[in-house]
């Protein structure tokens, strides 16, 4: 059975700190794509990577950067010097190939303070 | 550049009350699904679409029905509202022929309590 187990409820920073958020996954499946997601205030839904089981580079996207490591069923997300705009809730996410349906965990709450 | 839109934002109904949101795209995307965010508990899937004239049950299906009659609108009923409905509502859509597992896109929620 699929399942995304998100444990960290929630963190709070000070800005200029760097926080990582753990995502772990279980999965039957070779292949499946992992997602996160990003849940300002206002409540919408913000994409922000998606990845493959076959591709376990990491990956930088400014201050944002993922670390995908199969061999223990983690996609953990890492925000460099952390700003008060980043305070959300992120959301990791699960489809296996060929159903596009999401599995997602029940988020993290992170506040950034000043 | 709509993308998904959500109708209505808010609702508020009583006990035994019907109504139906209503979700329209305008990416030409062949899925469509329906969740619902309750505190820690994430998003769940209620049910969701792979093509016009066609839908799906997925995870917490009971209470609600869908039906999906133009390729992009993906409409959600509910027959007789309970108070465990009230939850905030997302519509999201996702893959267009050819490519698979796409992110998918969400509306911005609507808001519904059941009093």
């Known amino acids: 059975a699929q399942k995304v187990t998100q444990a960290q409820t929630e963190i709070s920073v000070v800005e200029k700190e760097d926080v990582t958020l753990d995502c772990v996954y279980e999965?039957?499946?070779?292949?499946?794509?992992l997602f996160w997601y990003k849940q300002p205030p206002s409540g919408e839904l913000v994409f922000l990577i998606r990845r493959n089981s076959f591709d376990e580079q990491n990956e930088i996207s400014g201050r944002y950067s993922w670390n995908f490591q199969k061999s223990t069923s983690s996609f953990n997300f890492t925000i460099t010097a952390s700003q008060v705009v980043d305070s959300a809730v992120y959301f990791c996410?699960?489809?296996?190939?060929?159903?596009?349906?999401?599995?997602f965990g029940t988020g993290t709450r992170l506040q950034v303070f000043p | 550049n709509a993308g998904v839109t959500q109708t209505p934002k808010f609702r508020v109904l009583k006990t035994g009350q019907s109504m139906t949101l209503l979700c329209a795209q305008d990416m030409n995307h062949e899925y469509m699904y329906w969740y619902r965010q309750d505190p820690g508990m994430g998003l769940r899937l209620i049910h969701y679409?792979?093509?016009?004239?066609?839908?799906a049950k997925g995870e917490v299906p009971d209470g609600y029905n869908v039906s999906r009659l133009k390729k992009q609108n993906f409409l959600l009923g509910l027959e007789s509202a309970a108070p465990s409905q009230t939850s905030v509502y997302f519509c999201a859509s996702s893959r267009s022929l050819g490519v698979t597992n796409q992110p998918q896109h969400f509306g911005d929620g609507t808001r519904l309590s059941i009093l």
């Open positions: 679409s792979v093509g016009e004239g066609t839908t």
């Open positions: 999965t039957r499946d070779t292949t499946y794509y």
């Open positions: 996410a699960l489809s296996e190939g060929g159903t596009d349906k999401l599995i």
